[in-house]
T-cell receptor
Framework: DAGITQSPRHKVTETGTPVTLRCHQT?????MYWYRQDPGHGLRLIHY???????DKGEVSDGYSVSRSKTEDFLLTLESATSSQTSVYFCAISDFGRASTDTQYFGPGTRLTVL | GDSVTQMEGPVTLSEEAFLTINCTYTATGYPSLFWYVQYPGEGLQLLLKATKADDKGSNKGFEATYRKETTSFHLEKGSVQVSDSAVYFC??????????????FGKGTHLIIQP
C-alpha cells in the first residue's frame, strides 16, 4: 500500500468555523490531490498540486483553499465551514511523469460533519 | 467536458454468478481508463487499468477491455464471491491534461453478493 495518511480521520465541527485537513505521504510523489465523496456524485476533484507551492483548482474548489509547503504534506482548509461541506474527503497521490503512469493512490479518507 | 457514466445499483447477485458492470465515457483524445474498488469504511484501491484502445486490464479475476469504438470499459468477473461486495468506480484520466490534473469518476456501483 502507498504510504498515505490523513488526519483527522473523523471531525465534527460547527458552521462558520475554520477546518484544516492534512494529507501526508511517504512516497515522495510529485502530484497530490484532494477529492470529496458524496452520495450520488462519486468523487469530485477539489484542488491538486503538481509540486511544492504549485497548486490548481479542480471541479468543486469554491470554499476551499490548499497549501503545500513540503513535498510530503498537502493541506486542505475550509475557511468557514458550511453544512454543504459535510462529506468524506480523500487525498490521493500520483507519480505521473517520473514513472510514466497516471495511476492515483488514495488515502483512507476523513469524514467531516458540519453542524 | 469529460464524463463517466455507470450503473449506480445496488446490484445484487448470488455467489458464483457472472458479473458485468457497465461503464461508458465521454472524453477528448485518448484517456486512460481505470476501475477502483472501495470496501466499506476504506479508501479507494486501484483494481485495474488500461491506457490505450483494445488493452485489457485484469486483476483478482476481474477484467475490462478498453473499447474506443463504443467508448466503453465494462467490468466483468466470471464467478463472484461474497468478499467482492464493495462499491466500484469507473474513472478516466484526461489525455489533454496528461493525467496530472485529476481523475474524472463515475458515481459508483454498489455491488452486493449474497451467499
Amino acid at each position: 500500500d502507498a504510504g498515505i495518511t490523513q488526519s483527522p480521520r473523523h471531525k465534527v465541527t460547527e458552521t462558520g468555523t475554520p477546518v484544516t485537513l492534512r494529507c501526508h505521504q511517504t512516497e515522495n510523489h510529485r502530484y497530490m490531490y484532494w477529492y470529496r465523496q458524496d452520495p450520488g456524485h462519486g468523487l469530485r476533484l477539489i484542488h491538486y498540486s503538481y509540486g511544492v507551492k504549485d497548486t490548481d483548482k479542480g471541479e468543486v474548489s469554491d470554499g476551499y483553499s490548499v497549501s503545500r509547503s513540503k513535498t510530503e504534506d498537502f493541506l486542505l482548509t475550509l475557511e468557514s465551514a458550511t453544512s454543504s461541506q459535510t462529506s468524506v474527503y480523500f487525498c490521493a497521490i500520483s507519480d505521473f511523469g517520473r514513472a510514466s503512469t497516471d495511476t492515483q493512490y488514495f488515502g483512507p479518507g476523513t469524514r467531516l460533519t458540519v453542524l | 467536458g469529460d464524463s463517466v457514466t455507470q450503473m449506480e445499483g445496488p446490484v445484487t447477485l448470488s455467489e458464483e454468478a457472472f458479473l458485468t458492470i457497465n461503464c461508458t465515457y465521454t472524453a477528448t483524445g485518448y484517456p486512460s481508463l481505470f476501475w477502483y474498488v472501495q470496501y466499506p469504511g476504506e479508501g479507494l484501491q486501484l483494481l485495474l487499468k488500461a491506457t490505450k484502445a483494445d488493452d485489457k486490464g485484469s486483476n483478482k479475476g476481474f477484467e475490462a477491455t478498453y473499447r474506443k469504438e463504443t467508448t466503453s470499459f465494462h467490468l466483468e468477473k466470471g464467478s463472484v464471491q461474497v468478499s467482492d461486495s464493495a462499491v466500484y468506480f469507473c474513472a478516466l484520466s484526461a489525455d489533454s491534461g496528461g493525467g496530472a490534473d485529476g481523475l474524472t469518476f463515475g458515481k459508483g456501483t454498489h455491488l452486493i453478493i449474497q451467499p
